[in-house]
């Protein structure tokens, strides 16, 4: 049991270039997430999905896209890179959210733009 | 929109100590809140979690958390520390009545000394 895959692990860009990060899970949850992990700024959530086609902005979605076309996959895609989005991404997934289900995590893909 | 604080950057002990780690929490309607724990290169290791019930949870690795709702807080702790518990720490809150996404604090780093 795999658990939260994502890929790749580190990637850098330069400014203006996209690339997309890829997320998969084996665990069959309905909720997946993406995270932003800055420096003594904790996690902040970029777009979450509750399901398959079903996707919703968070708290800090700007410059960032992303897809649910299967309950396993859900890729962040960001179009023209900018040095703001050097960050540590994750991805998540958790069961449900009414039961109160703890998120499972990946191990993060570091991201640098210069 | 709920929140998390984590007063504290980083809290030393010695091995052997008690060890806490505070949290304190706003949210405009009932509380899920979560500890999670970071090892370096690694995503987010769920630790324990309050949803209802008795104010004192119990979760892995021999940490325990004391959900205290007068002050709004929800300090993570475990009795006697171990070297192997350096880590950084993350508290998170979900308000399940207002909104879907789980927010979290800015993190402590927790190291204990031998």
């Known amino acids: 049991n795999a658990g939260v895959t994502q890929t790749p692990k580190f990637r850098i860009l330069k400014i203006g270039q996209s690339m997309t990060l890829q997320c998969a899970q084996d665990?069959?949850?309905?909720?997946m997430y993406w995270y932003r992990q800055d420096p003594g700024m904790g996690l902040k959530l970029i777009y979450y999905?509750?399901?398959?086609?079903?996707?919703d902005k968070g708290e800090v979605p700007n410059g960032y896209n992303v897809s649910r076309s299967t309950t396993e996959d859900f890729p962040l895609r960001l179009e023209l890179a900018a040095p703001s989005q050097t960050s540590v991404y994750f991805c998540?997934?958790?069961?449900?959210?009414?039961?109160?289900?703890?998120?499972?995590f990946g191990n993060g893909t570091r991201l640098t733009v210069t | 929109a709920q929140s998390v604080a984590q007063p504290e950057d980083q809290v030393n002990v010695a091995e052997g100590n008690p060890l806490t780690v505070k949290c304190t929490y706003s949210?405009?309607?009932?509380?899920?809140l979560f500890w999670y724990v970071q090892y370096p290169n690694r995503g987010l290791q769920f630790l324990l979690k309050?949803?209802?019930?008795?104010?004192l949870v119990k979760g892995s690795y021999g940490f325990e958390a004391e959900f205290n709702k007068s002050q709004t807080s929800f300090h993570l702790k475990k009795p006697s520390a171990l070297v192997s518990d350096s880590a950084l720490y993350f508290c998170?809150?979900?308000?399940?009545?207002?909104?879907?996404?789980?927010?979290f604090g800015a993190g402590t780093r927790l190291t204990v000394k031998p």
């Open positions: 665990m069959n949850h309905n909720y």
């Open positions: 998170a809150v979900r308000d399940i009545d207002n909104n879907n996404d789980m927010r």
């Open positions: 999905s509750v399901g398959a086609g079903i996707t």
């Open positions: 309050y949803i209802t019930g008795d104010n």
């Open positions: 949210v405009s309607g009932n509380p899920y």
């Open positions: 998540a997934s958790s069961y449900g959210q009414a039961s109160g289900s703890p998120l499972h």
